[in-house]
């Protein structure tokens, strides 16, 4: 059942308690939409505060109600995932909105598109509630989570190329990087978030956030999707079985 004050399935939802992460659902098919909802309301500190039935009604509502977090699906009428995507993130907006794609294809070009275009990260809509939780507050963080079981398929198979297929040469860092930020780069194309990459390379959460911000700089990267990209790219990661741990 959903919370008392919701008028209607379609636009701005009535939610009466503040919570940290405000999230607008975007998503052409209304069961989709209502089981989305019902999971993120369920968590203590995400409210659902919007709802769109397609991309140009998102980007409206987006722009007006402000989220911390938009949830878009891909394949949408009026206006897909990826335009809405470029709208509200994409190069060249001066206060962009986080923006995570969800959808049904792992490998749609589409998808690494919407990547380029600044969303922060994406999940396959059977995921489950506890990632797609993860994937809301990392948005809000500034991060970016992939779902782990496609993150390092996807980044192998379209980091030679552009969305548009055509093969993109990779940017030389501006620095050389320090054994430890390549050592944090190969995680991160590994799929790895900042907690695991802190377990892993025994060092502490703020010390990993420093190396990833660095880096960052250093190769002109936009956020870990970027990053992750770039190391296979330039061949400092290969292309052989998934490690994720």
């Not at 999230?23 to 919007?50: F, H, K, N, S, Y």
């Not at 792992?106 to 919407?114: I, M, P, Q, R, T």
Request: proline content about 5%; some cysteine; aromatic content about 4%.
């Amino acid at each position: 059942m959903g919370r008392v004050g919701r008028a209607s399935t379609v636009g701005l939802v009535d939610v009466s308690v503040d919570t940290s992460v405000r999230v607008l659902i975007a998503d052409d098919q209304e069961l989709v939409r209502t089981g989305l909802r019902m999971i993120l309301d369920a968590q203590p500190d995400i409210e659902v505060v919007g709802e769109a039935a397609d991309g140009a009604e998102a980007v409206a509502l987006a722009r007006s109600i402000r989220p911390d977090v938009c949830l878009f699906d891909i394949r949408m009428p009026v206006m897909d995932g990826l335009e809405a995507t470029l709208a509200l993130a994409g190069p060249g907006v001066d206060d962009p909105v986080p923006v995570v794609v969800i959808t049904t294809f792992d490998l749609d070009e589409y998808v690494y598109a919407a990547l380029r275009a600044g969303a922060r990260g994406f999940l396959l809509k059977n995921a489950g509630a506890t990632l797609l939780a993860q994937a809301v507050h990392a948005a809000a963080r500034g991060d970016a989570l992939i779902d782990p079981n496609v993150t390092v398929r996807l980044i192998r198979t379209f980091s030679g190329s552009t969305a548009g297929g055509r093969t993109s040469r990779p940017v030389q860092p501006i620095e050389p990087l320090t054994p430890r930020e390549e050592e944090v780069l190969a995680t991160v194309a590994r799929g790895l978030g900042n907690t695991e990459i802190a377990a892993e390379l025994h060092i502490s959460l703020s010390t990993v956030k420093t190396h990833l911000a660095s880096l960052m700089a250093k190769i002109g990267a936009r956020n870990r999707v970027e990053v992750a990209i770039w190391a296979y790219q330039t061949g400092r990661v290969d292309a052989g079985p998934d490690r994720r741990t």
